[in-house]
């Protein structure tokens, strides 16, 4: 796989300054992690130390495996 | 989904279109830079600047974190992966940025252990699956992803973990951001501020932009309603004769940033004398290294690297492209000799730079239409 494959789109969601919104699925607060799911999908394990604490279901934007806010709907 | 689909909305978009036509005066020139690289891919993405007027034109700024690393770091990188028994960890762009004798890819192609990852947690992981091999992480990116990288480190530290290091080349968007204003060949108007970077943190260190420069600053999200309103609200700020520090982006970006992400940087981190930006030389106090207190766990202390200076390729005009004093097609070797298949500079490498931008969404042409 190279890593343009791996980056899909012509955009990889690591490099750069961006950032995903995910949907906590589960939470593992001794290791302070949540499974989190993507738009599409996708599922990984996301570090949540700078957002914490979360739950099931709240929406948390996402970089480079580290959630750095937690989104509110706009009013 | 929630928090993208509204923020797609053509009609809307149109009507923001319609609004920034109305503020700006007839003869006068804008440049506005957005400052990440982020913006640029969503700018091309979407056509944004093919809705603004004729003489508002969008200047691409230093913010693409693969593209500001110069050849010399690439090089040190490969000389650690080379080393036996080490696994060398990077995200998918830095793979190929090119250095003096290739990239991280092709040192892959010649037997090098080095691995793509999607996180410093994936290197990690690595570290515990392989206990008797060493294994480095080569960190980059601004402060959107220098905390990811401490907290993977102060999780490395609890667990005990000794076969896990960090070449950090992590690097701070103000000085660079500073270094641009005070050159001489640029003129600009205002600023596109980097979203997830003021997620971090916050808006207080752009303030310096209005108050020591006079330019407005309007932080920025990155779908394509809010750059048409920061761009709306920078010539509103120019209409009315303001300059300040605005944030469009306050579902995400609140004023302060994020507190822990600071105090954990803050710990880990400490700033580096000099650090080198490709196309921009050195630039003081622009890059972190492991603070006195994570020295153990730096991949720089722990392997010999050659820690060279390499000189730019003398065709490749990223420097320029960074300042915004051309555009990526003005440059000599633009989809000629330097394609994304075959980069000669870091611009064409990421989807982030502005030349891979360009090339990506077909933007060859010298004239842009407008409405």
């Keep these: 796989m190279s890593a343009d494959d791996a980056c899909g789109s012509q955009h990889c969601i690591t490099c750069g300054d961006d950032g995903v919104p995910m949907t906590v699925v589960r939470v593992d607060l001794e290791r302070g992690l949540a499974l989190c799911a993507a738009q599409d999908g996708a599922r990984s394990s996301v570090e949540t130390a700078l957002v914490a604490p979360v739950d099931i279901g709240d929406t948390l934007l996402v970089h480079a495996g580290t959630a750095l806010a937690r989104l509110e709907p706009t009013a | 989904m929630r928090f993208v689909d509204e923020f797609r909305d053509a009609e809307l978009g149109r009507a923001v279109a319609m609004e920034i036509l109305s503020l700006v005066e007839p003869g006068r020139q804008y440049k506005l830079m957005e400052v990440c690289g982020g913006h640029t891919h969503s700018i091309y993405k979407y056509g944004i600047d093919d809705l603004l007027p004729a003489n508002v034109e969008l200047v691409h700024g230093p913010g693409c974190p693969v593209c500001e690393i110069p050849m010399g770091r690439v090089d040190d990188g490969i000389a650690i992966a080379h080393t036996d028994g080490v696994i060398f960890t990077c995200f998918g762009d830095m793979m190929r940025v090119p250095g003096s004798d290739g990239s991280l890819l092709d040192a892959k192609a010649a037997g090098g252990d080095i691995r793509m990852v999607y996180s410093p947690l994936d290197a990690l992981r690595i570290a ?244």
């Excluded at chain 2, 000794?162 to 500073?178: A, D, E, G, Y």
């Excluded at chain 2, 650090?275 to 630039?283: A, P, Q, T, V, Y």
């Excluded at chain 2, 003005?330 to 000799?337: H, I, P, Q």
């Design chain 2, 128 to 371: 515990k699956q392989n206990p008797d091999r060493e294994v480095v992480f080569f960190a980059i990116g601004f402060e959107t992803t220098a905390p990811s990288t401490a907290l993977t480190l102060k999780r490395a530290r609890a667990e005990g973990l000794k076969n896990f290091s960090v070449m950090c080349s992590h690097v701070t968007i103000v000085p660079p951001l500073r270094a641009l204003l005070e050159s001489p060949d640029l003129r600009l108007d205002g600023f596109i501020g980097p979203g997830h970077v003021s997620t971090v943190v916050g808006a207080r260190p752009f303030q310096f932009i209005p108050a020591d420069y006079g330019k407005p600053v309007v932080i920025a999200g990155f779908e394509p309603l809010d750059i048409l309103q920061a761009i709306e609200m920078i010539l509103r700020q120019l209409a009315g004769g303001r300059c300040d520090v605005e944030n469009q982006y306050k579902r995400v970006v609140p004023f302060e940033g994020n507190l822990r992400a600071l105090e954990v940087m803050a710990e880990v981190f400490e700033l580096r004398p000099h650090f080198e930006w490709r196309g921009l030389g050195f630039i003081s106090h622009s890059g972190l290294k492991l603070s006195d207190a994570y020295a153990d766990l730096d991949a720089e202390v722990r392997f010999s690297v050659p820690g060279v200076r390499v000189a730019d390729p003398k065709a490749c005009q990223c420097g320029e492209v960074l300042k915004g004093v051309i555009k990526p097609w003005e440059c000599k070797v633009f989809g000629t000799g330097c394609t994304p298949e075959r980069p000669i500079g870091t611009c064409m490498v990421s989807s982030e730079g502005a030349c891979a931008a360009y090339y990506n969404f077909g933007r060859f042409a010298r004239e842009r239409e407008v409405v």
